[in-house]
């Protein structure tokens, strides 16, 4: 209920944040355990898949579990990974191959699969909606609601139809509150209410600060001379500095087309670093380029990427409510997935939540069996063999990190008998600009490299200019008076989507935020020196319109 206007309710049994592979595991969990509930799925992205981004090389485990007849129910999981090459990349032209041998065994990926992950949850899209799941594409849940004691009792809509000015305008629309005895949050990576909701309940106590990357993909049209599909290609080293962690992916999938892209840890040091231009440099090394030769790029896109691990992960259940996939930080940062960990813990929550409704809670309980369920999985036994990759990269380097990575996980098994710990948050990472080399990046050719702009053209954004910035900021004064003179103001070159800018206004220095180019990657929010940037949701199915990335 608001203060102004009343806004239409609708009461579910469970409400599901999020049309990912997460938030679609759940409610098709929920069906196949009781397909008498009332369930519902409210996406931001103006379809299913839309705001979906993964580099993507799938490890089916999951998805075996959910449906184990997902071929003959034509699940878009097709093209079978053939070979893993890894290239140390020593220069802009030099490179060494990495044998086999010395891969971490959980990085290779027989039995895995190159697909579309945007393509994998329209089908899952699909299979909820058959089996009667409400499925509400083009809805933003922009508040999470409370009843008197503090309990989750679902969510509420954006409205629709706000002035910049913040007026209504003749179109406005108010949102709807979507009711349930229990909300499931899949929000995916820095998720906007997940992170709230950490925050009203302490959920990170115990916890290490969660650690990103920024993941930016480009999808190619390649000459069919020079495609090989199935085959997956890693690198690290070049352009990234030894104290940089990151690295390259080109994955040859089906009909010609190559998914690469560049992930780069968000703990970097150097505030001269662009994350958009690393990511085209990189492009121009002979190991990459030569795939390249001829092709045409036809997608663009970014995302953050989650990577604390074991030791990053927030408690998991709260009153009326839970945390399942990357949203709660499920990825495995040893394999560099995280669809099949986000589908099983989507089934883990709606076990749980399913055990409650049919043993006649109405939503009263914290289902703390759901975090027991988790432990008991084979998703905690996962994260735990992994569990000290991130943080020995962050302490040695990229070069020792994965020196050590290799006895951790082939000598030992990941079992270890200590687990190191990252407490530094990623946004306290910086240098001064002072202090720092700059970085001469090359002009774009138009060729094999862009601009930032024609890069967000490829990405389908779309918002309604009139509407209120969904980029906040908690004191405006701060990127002019203390960003841009210790960090030459690094919003303008970590945000991978031409978003923020220093501009001159009348000989004095402004800055501006274009929001209409935002991706949703949410590196803003995370990067910041100061934690001064807040993302909301803008109206519902504004954002990035991704096709089969």
Not at 188 to 203: A, H, I, P, T, Y
Request: proline residues 6%; negative net charge; hydrophobic residues 35%.
């Amino acid at each position: 209920m608001s203060e102004e206007y009343e806004r239409e309710s609708m009461e579910f049994d469970v409400v599901i944040v999020g049309g990912g592979p997460a938030g679609l595991a759940a409610a098709c969990r929920l069906m196949q355990l009781d397909d008498s509930l009332s369930v519902v799925v409210v996406e931001k992205g103006s379809e299913i898949g839309a705001h979906i981004l993964s580099g993507n090389v799938f490890e089916p485990t999951g998805l075996d579990e959910l449906f184990p007849d997902w071929k003959e129910k034509g699940a878009p999981v097709k093209t079978a990974v053939t070979g893993d090459r890894i290239h140390y990349l020593t220069s802009e032209t030099g490179a060494m191959p990495v044998p086999g041998f010395f891969l971490p065994r959980p990085m290779h990926n027989h039995g895995n699969y190159i697909i579309s992950q945007g393509q994998l949850c329209q089908w899952m899209g699909e299979q909820a909606e058959a089996m009667g799941v409400n499925v509400f594409p083009g809805f933003a849940a922009s508040e999470v609601l409370y009843d008197d004691g503090g309990r989750v009792t679902g969510v509420a809509t954006s409205d629709m139809g706000i002035g910049k000015d913040g007026q209504r305008k003749g179109s406005f629309t108010p949102g709807y509150e979507l009711l349930g005895k229990y909300t499931i949050f899949a929000e995916g990576v820095r998720g906007n209410l997940s992170e709230q909701l950490m925050q009203k309940f302490d959920l990170r106590a115990d916890a290490d600060p969660q650690h990103y990357g920024i993941g930016i993909k480009e999808v190619w049209e390649v000459d069919p001379a020079l495609h090989e599909e199935g085959l997956v290609v890693h690198t690290t080293g070049w352009p990234l500095d030894n104290h940089t962690e990151g690295g390259g992916f080109l994955y040859h999938a089906a009909n010609n087309k190559v998914y690469l892209g560049l992930i780069i840890a968000l703990n970097y040091r150097n505030p001269h670093l662009s994350t958009f231009d690393e990511f085209q440099r990189w492009k121009l090394h002979p190991q990459v380029r030569r795939y390249l030769e001829g092709g045409k790029r036809i997608g663009y896109g970014a995302r953050a990427v989650n990577k604390g691990g074991l030791q990053s992960l927030p408690k998991l259940a709260f009153p009326g409510g839970m945390l399942v996939g990357c949203g709660a930080g499920f990825l495995n940062g040893v394999k560099i997935k995280g669809a099949h960990t986000a589908i099983k813990t989507g089934m883990l929550a709606a076990e749980s939540v399913h055990k409650a409704l049919a043993a006649g809670d109405q939503g009263q309980s914290e289902l703390g069996d759901y975090e027991e369920s988790v432990k008991a999985s084979w998703v905690h036994e996962e994260l735990y063999r992994g569990r000290n990759f991130g943080p020995a990269l962050h302490k040695l380097g990229m070069f020792l990190g994965a020196a050590f990575a290799f006895v951790d996980q082939n000598i030992f098994f990941g079992k270890l008998p200590f687990t190191w710990r990252n407490r530094d948050p990623d946004h306290e990472s910086l240098m001064k600009a002072s202090e720092a080399k700059p970085i001469d990046y090359p002009k774009p050719d138009g060729v094999i490299t862009f601009d930032k702009l024609s890069s967000v053209y490829l990405s389908n954004t779309n918002h309604e200019e009139d509407q209120p910035s969904h980029l906040k900021l908690r004191d405006e004064s701060i990127p002019v008076a203390y960003n841009l003179p210790e960090f030459d103001e690094p919003a303008q070159r970590y945000c991978p989507a031409g978003v923020y800018e220093i501009v001159d206004e009348g000989g004095e220095k402004v800055f501006q935020i274009n929001a209409t180019n935002c991706v949703h990657c949410k590196t803003c929010e995370i990067k910041d020196p100061k934690q001064n940037i807040v993302w909301d949701v803008p109206e519902g199915g504004g954002g990035p319109n991704y096709v089969n990335m």
